[in-house]
């Protein structure tokens, strides 16, 4: 069966520092992956994607994140994290076999301390 | 100008209560979805529609019904409410053309039962 995994539940880590959220998935077939970001109480925001071509992708909120197809990785980094990016963040994973829906991972808590 | 929009935000009601929840996108999207976060996070798929046909019902109680009058708004309404079905109910909606295709989601709807 198909399958996202983010290993970390929870990731604290302190304001300015570098982070690294890590999201493997399951692969038979092409993928097509993305990163959404969860505030408290709010809805899903798109953080970045990546469909084909270059493997590092940009986001917003300068985060970017590494395609990595033999390690069936997309790993999702900010090199100097903000108190404001405290939030839940979700891997998700569209696999090319017409089936239009994301499949997510089970969400990583990122807990930014001053 | 919001871009997918969820009525209620919040629903609190009885077991065995019928209640509905709906879903509006001025996005101009021909594909919308329901997801399901229990209270452990987790998102899982419930239905999907194009073009207001049913392609994705996964394993769901025949107690949920979504209807999707027009191409901009999917509703979902609950027989018999129990209280496992306490959770946020997302809403979201893409573009069928390619799987690539980014997924936009509602605020969400805090359903609680008791």
């Known amino acids: 069966a198909q399958s996202v995994t983010q290993l970390d539940s929870q990731v604290p880590v302190f304001e300015e520092a570098p982070v690294e959220l890590r999201c493997n998935y399951s692969s038979s077939v092409s993928v097509y992956l993305f990163w959404y970001v969860q505030y408290p109480n709010q809805g899903l925001q798109l953080l970045l994607k990546y469909l084909s071509g270059s493997t590092l992708v940009k986001g917003i909120n300068g985060f970017e994140a590494e395609f990595n197809k033999s390690q069936t990785s997309f790993h999702l980094r900010k090199p100097s994290v903000h108190i404001s990016d405290t939030a839940e963040y979700f891997c998700a994973v569209n696999w090319d076999t017409g089936r239009r829906a994301l499949t997510f991972g089970s969400g990583t808590r990122l807990q930014v301390q001053p | 100008d919001t871009a997918v929009s969820q009525t209620p935000k919040y629903l609190v009601t009885q077991m065995g209560n019928d209640k509905s929840i709906k879903c509006e996108q001025n996005l101009g999207h021909d594909t919308m979805y329901w997801y399901k976060q229990d209270s452990k996070k987790f998102l899982k798929i419930m239905f999907s529609?194009?073009?207001?046909?049913?392609?994705i019902n996964e394993t769901v109680p025949n107690r949920f019904s979504p209807k999707s009058p027009d191409k901009a708004h999917l509703n979902l309404h609950i027989n018999s409410l129990e209280l496992g079905d306490s959770a946020v109910y997302f809403c979201a909606s893409s573009q069928w053309r390619t799987i690539g295709e980014t997924q936009y989601f509602g605020p969400g709807t805090r359903l609680l039962v008791l």
């Open positions: 529609y194009n073009n207001k046909e049913l392609i």
